[in-house]
């Protein structure tokens, strides 16, 4: 069964350093997603993103953030001057047009 | 997008039914109603959706009314690994390509 997946499993990084989060969707999708989950609380849409371009972003989605697809497969989050507050799960989607399927997540410790 | 209203938490025990109820009174002509589970450390993954009456697939069934103000979540005979939260969603997805807007969830705990 195909499936999303993403890398690092876990990321530790320091306040104020550039992270980039990978993700490779599912290969004959065309819509892609970036959500969070801040530990013990609800998952929070991000940003999608279709034809090589952002589609909506959310209030969370500010400049510190970027998302770019460099090719055909990888699909990255980018945070460039991280803080405490980011520290969550990323999860990336992927979508067909019907159900959206969910990668393992990158669990982002900012320090 | 309509608000969904489920119950914070669930126990249960293994083998029994459970249903899970989920209440959206300003759901919209367009709306379907989605059911995505999520274990711990894991995204969220599809379960079911459905627009009216009642959906059954290998893993569970969605009872919908007529009025479609709510919706119920069933899953027969559950195991401990069914322990996860669950949660209802309702949106436009007929069209596809819509952000989900997760609520809290529900959060089923299957005890032996």
């Known amino acids: 069964e195909p499936e999303v997946t993403q890398t690092p499993s876990h990321q530790v990084t320091q306040m104020g350093q550039e992270v980039i989060l990978r993700c490779v969707p599912i290969?004959?999708?065309?819509?892609f997603y970036w959500y969070r989950q801040i530990l013990g609380q609800k998952v929070e849409f991000l940003v999608s993103?279709?034809?090589?371009?952002?589609?909506?972003k959310s209030e969370i989605f500010d400049d510190q953030f970027s998302v770019e697809r460099p090719d055909g497969s990888n699909f990255t989050l980018k945070i460039r001057s991280t803080k405490l507050e980011d520290s969550a799960m990323y999860f990336c989607?992927?979508?067909?047009?019907?159900?959206?399927?969910f990668g393992p997540g990158t669990r982002l410790t900012v320090l | 997008l309509a608000k969904t209203t489920q119950p914070i938490s669930m126990d249960s025990y293994e083998g029994q039914e459970v249903n899970i109820t989920c209440s959206h009174n300003?759901?919209?002509?367009?709306?379907?109603i989605t059911w995505y589970q999520q274990f711990p450390s894991q995204g969220p993954r599809f379960i079911i959706q459905?627009?009216?009456t009642k959906v059954t697939n290998e893993v569970a069934s969605l009872f919908i009314p007529a009025d479609r103000k709510s919706s119920t979540l069933s899953l027969p005979r559950v195991s401990l690994s069914d322990t996860a939260v669950y949660y209802c969603?309702?949106?436009?997805?007929?069209?596809?390509?819509?952000?989900?807007?997760f609520g809290t969830g529900t959060r089923l705990l299957v005890s032996p």
């Open positions: 989607a992927s979508e067909g047009g019907d159900e959206q399927f």
């Open positions: 459905g627009y009216k």
């Open positions: 969603l309702v949106g436009d997805s007929n069209t596809g390509f819509q952000k989900l807007v």
């Open positions: 290969s004959n999708h065309l819509y």
């Open positions: 993103f279709y034809n090589n371009e952002i589609s909506e």
């Open positions: 300003n759901i919209a002509t367009n709306d379907y």
